[in-house]
T-cell receptor
Framework: DSGVTQTPKHLITATGQRVTLRCSPR?????VYWYQQSLDQGLQFLIQ???????AKGNILERFSAQQFPDLHSELNLSSLELGDSALYFC??????????????FGPGTRLTVL | AQSVSQHNHHVILSEAASLELGCNYS??????LFWYVQYPGQHLQLLLK??????LVKGIKGFEAEFIKSKFSFNLRKPSVQWSDTAEYFC????????????FGTGTRLTIIP
């Protein structure tokens, strides 16, 4: 158990819908990262937050957005869902992303199925 | 942009065989290197990491990896695999400073035959 929690574990929804994925980082970690794992794209970085502020953006679609709240939990919002958005979404957290020895610890993931 | 290559997509070994999984990255600057493992149906777990110093790093469960800067490689090794090592293995790179995202390789699926 890494200490990173994600809910829900599974999500099944229809095309065009909107869903919210939730992540709670390890105690003491200030930075949260979102990654998407799909069969065709592999593991791709989506977005990073640090202490409530967006810090870096990766291959995140405009239909997707995220935020980090004052209690440091983060939510990833996916809207106008398409079949191709079906994937495993992982959250990771780390304590000091600017530090030279920072390590990301991953949560169990949310499996999203879009029908 | 940095990239990571894992040339072995699927490796099948018998128990007690030795393992070496390849990982090469493309970036000319200083990098941090990681190996993560994903057991069936589970999340990514950190196996080992390299930041600096001794290029031979030891991780959990008897795994080790060697950083060879001249070859841009960070291969994962285990002298004797067990059935429980069946999993997917991911190599990841992070630039030393200023860009904290992890760039992952495509993964190597390891199947151990009892």
């Amino acid at each position: 158990d890494s200490g990173v929690t994600q809910t829900p574990k599974h999500l099944i929804t229809a095309t065009g819908q909107r869903v919210t994925l939730r992540c709670s980082p390890r105690s003491g970690d200030l930075s949260v990262y979102w990654y998407q794992q799909s069969l065709d794209q592999g593991l791709q970085f989506l977005i990073q937050y640090y202490n409530g502020e967006e810090r870096a953006k990766g291959n995140i679609l405009e239909r997707f957005s995220a935020q980090q709240f004052p209690d440091l939990h983060s939510e990833l919002n996916l809207s106008s869902l398409e079949l191709g958005d079906s994937a495993l979404y992982f959250c990771a957290s780390s304590v000091d992303p600017g530090g030279g020895t920072d390590t990301q610890y991953f949560g169990p993931g949310t499996r999203l199925t879009v029908l | 942009a940095q990239s990571v290559s894992q040339h072995n997509h699927h490796v099948i070994l018998s128990e007690a065989a030795s393992l070496e999984l390849g990982c090469n990255y493309s970036y000319g600057g200083t990098v941090n290197l990681f190996w993560y493992v994903q057991y069936p149906g589970q999340h990514l777990q950190l196996l080992l990491k390299y930041f600096s110093g001794d290029p031979l790093v030891k991780g959990i469960k008897g795994f080790e990896a060697e950083f060879i800067k001249s070859k841009f490689s960070f291969n994962l090794r285990k002298p004797s695999v067990q059935w429980s090592d069946t999993a997917e293995y991911f190599c990841a790179v992070r630039l030393d400073f200023g860009n904290e995202k992890l760039t992952f390789g495509t993964g190597t699926r390891l199947t151990i035959i009892p």
